[in-house]
């Protein structure tokens, strides 16, 4: 049976068959979006000529050392294929993401993005969403006040710590985190119009109706989801 580790290198690398000379490519955040970066990076170093846009500071920077252009959306409005992890994949390819706090970035890229392909083991393949904490990114000074909001909802939170014990976890965009109690997702989409219209969420983990395809490494191969695909 392959590790974790080479599944998600199995599916990084199923991933390359989706680029083409060229292309814009969203650069995803994560250890299996990490693989696919390396990847890449073997490629351009070998020729291929690509161009890509990150969607935090680890990956802009991961990119930058391989020799990936790295672009802003002023030199591109949109990806030709954006490549990202995730923490959960459900059916219609509802996601969670964030766990690596990279959310806010991860969904400008990914809504930016013609082609939205997910690299995943299949250990992030669940029926329903909400086993992961959910995290919702929210500004600093309001955060007391999310954090009572999702309470009263019956979504307890609480901040994410930094590793290493420095205190709170800091977004790229200077934010803090909250992640949810694992809880079960009825309605991804209640959830997700609910958090849309708290003041304070930035951003959430809930990634729907955005994937076209999830490339889901197991045991005997790499199996190709789709937003039709019975789970
Ligand atoms: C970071 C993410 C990651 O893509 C997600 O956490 C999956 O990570 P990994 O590939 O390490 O399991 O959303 O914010």
Do not use: W
């Not at 000529?49 to 790295?70: N, Q, T």
């Amino acid at each position: 049976m392959p590790t974790q580790d080479e599944l998600k290198l199995q599916a990084a690398q199923r991933a390359l068959d989706f680029i083409e000379p060229g292309m814009v490519v969203g650069l995803g955040s994560g250890s299996t979006a990490t693989l696919f970066i390396k990847l890449l990076g073997e490629k351009v170093k070998q020729g291929l000529k690509i161009r890509g846009i990150a969607s935090s500071e680890d990956s802009a920077k991961l990119g930058a050392e391989l020799g990936i252009p790295i672009i802003g959306f002023d030199k591109a409005t949109e990806t030709d294929v954006t490549v990202d992890g995730a923490d959960e994949v459900a059916p219609g390819l509802a996601l969670i993401k964030g766990g690596g706090g990279k959310l806010l970035r991860e969904k400008i890229v990914a809504s930016a993005s013609k082609k939205f392909i997910i690299v995943a083991d299949a250990s992030k393949i669940v029926q329903k969403l909400g086993k992961f904490k959910l995290p919702v990114e929210v500004i600093p000074m309001a955060e007391p006040l999310v954090t009572e909001r999702l309470r009263a909802l019956g979504y307890p939170s609480s901040i994410r710590q930094a590793k290493g014990g420095s205190g709170n976890y800091i977004t790229d965009e200077g934010n803090l985190i909250l992640d949810c109690d694992p809880m079960q997702v009825a309605d991804p989409e209640v959830l997700a119009a609910e958090l849309d219209g708290m003041v304070g969420v930035v951003e959430h983990g809930l990634f729907l109706d955005m994937a076209d395809l999830a490339l889901v490494a197991g045991a005997d191969s790499v199996v190709e989801y789709t937003p039709e695909t019975k789970f």
